[in-house]
């Protein structure tokens, strides 16, 4: 199997372009990495999101790229939420006197107040629903 | 979440469920131990329409450089489209604390069960195309004949017509000896050796028909209820003899039905030799 690497932009400046092939490169070298990976998303059901939409590919390569950059991305964002799940419960633990819950007892349950700033970040804008229809 | 009580569900479910396991897989990896559950639906619904987006905008620019399959530069162009930076992926895909999630079984497709099929479907011919359906089963178009060619010889079919009509004769004979009155050619109570059917006739012979009867079981418990019903004690004695009817239903007004019977039976048995000769 050949694979191409497209040059990300032909029209560039030489610089540009050794930068972006050597992103090429890199990539492609990582897609012979994936051959024995497995991201956490099966094969199968990234497949059939991809197939809904169009894009059919016979390497399953580009699926499980695909898969990881999905699941890269949610991490992201989790760790976003995290981090103000973090902020509001050490302000929550300083405010009350109690201090029975150590740090290594806390348990993080993300709700909707700490993913809602960490989407905004990113420019989506998630809004809780009024009321159920 | 709301559990599904059907043990069968749709390709949809189980794949929006893996995403579900797979967005939960990300969060505890992250550090969460629990999760709301809006925002593990917001999620996963990210997650999709990632996948969805992902796939259209790479299909978009493998179609736009005048390709038909997809190449890691159209996934590539794609990605960074959307704004998801692929400097990281390495290092994440060699963290230490992944876990893997089980592919989804494959179920089996149910079999329709082949109902009424009789024989093996025929091969097609070699010049019908194979996208074809297959043919039918074979009972569907083989004609087989389902009685033998009857015999039309004259002499077989005169045979078997004379045959018929003296089987036929005999049994309605015999029948009718054994359920309706007989007539004994011997002198002798016993009935069994020579049974002949009794000759009465009756005046007018279409009265019967004409006078709608119920079915009679038991005689003598008709003839009972009869003449509990029409006791004739103080009737005219002329009235006696005037009804008699070879089944023995309207026995009339009669004190002793069954001497009645006898009389009928001993005024006709005298003529009812040379009568059931004929018949017999």
């Known amino acids: ?62 699926i499980r790229l695909i ?43 993300m709700s909707m107040d700490d993913l809602a700033p960490a989407l905004q970040e990113y420019g989506i804008v998630a809004r809780k629903p009024h009321y159920f229809v | 979440m709301a559990e599904s009580t059907e043990k069968v569900e749709s390709g949809s479910d189980a794949r929006r469920r893996i995403l579900n396991i797979a967005v939960s897989t990300v969060l505890l990896e992250t550090g969460f131990d629990a999760a709301d559950k809006m925002s593990l639906e917001t999620l996963t ?38 704004g998801i930076s692929l400097q990281g992926l390495e290092q994440y895909a060699a963290r230490p604390n992944r876990h893997v999630i089980q592919p989804p079984l494959q179920a089996s497709a149910p079999r329709t069960p082949a109902m009424l099929s009789a024989g093996s479907k ?65 002198n002798t109570e016993d009935n069994q050796v020579f049974p002949l059917i009794a000759c009465k006739p009756t005046f007018p012979a279409y009265l019967p028909c004409l006078l709608p009867t119920d079915q009679v079981f038991d005689f003598d418990e008709l003839e009972y209820h009869f003449q509990v019903a029409n006791r004739t004690e103080d009737m005219p ?27 009928v039976q001993d005024t006709t048995m005298a003529s009812s030799p040379e009568r059931s000769k004929a018949g017999g």
Do not use: W
């Not at chain 2, 297959?134 to 039309?152: C, F, N, S």
């Open chain 1, 1 to 62: 199997m050949i694979i191409e690497t497209v040059p990300l932009s032909r029209m560039g400046s030489p610089s540009v372009i050794e930068d972006d092939a050597g992103a090429g490169h890199a990539l492609s070298d990582f897609l012979l990495q994936l051959e024995n990976y497995s991201p956490s998303i099966p094969d199968s059901v990234v497949a059939h999101y991809l197939n809904a939409s169009g894009f059919e590919s016979q390497d399953p390569r580009l």
């Open chain 2, 122 to 186: 025929a091969k097609p011919a070699p010049h019908i195309p194979f996208h074809l359906p297959p043919l039918p089963d074979p009972h569907a178009y083989i004609r087989t004949p389902t009685h033998k060619q009857p015999v039309t010889e004259y002499e077989a079919i005169r045979e078997k017509a004379a045959s018929q009509k003296r089987d036929i004769e005999r049994a309605l004979t015999k029948f009718l000896a054994k359920t309706s009155e007989t007539h004994n050619l011997f």
């Open chain 2, 45 to 82: 619904e990210m997650l999709q329409c990632f996948f969805t987006e992902v796939g259209n905008s790479a299909k978009g620019y493998c179609e736009l450089s005048g390709r038909v399959e997809p190449v890691l530069g159209d996934v590539v162009m794609a990605l960074i489209n959307m």
């Open chain 2, 237 to 263: 004695p002329d009235k006696k003899g005037d009804q008699s009817d070879n089944e023995g239903e309207n026995m009339g007004d009669n004190e002793n039905p069954n001497s009645s019977q006898l009389d």
């Open chain 1, 67 to 109: 898969a990881l950059a999905s699941q890269k991305f949610l991490s992201d964002i989790a760790n976003d939420a995290l981090q103000h799940c973090k902020m509001r419960t050490s302000s929550q633990i300083t405010q009350s006197s109690k201090n029975q819950k150590g740090p290594k007892e806390k348990k993080y349950v």
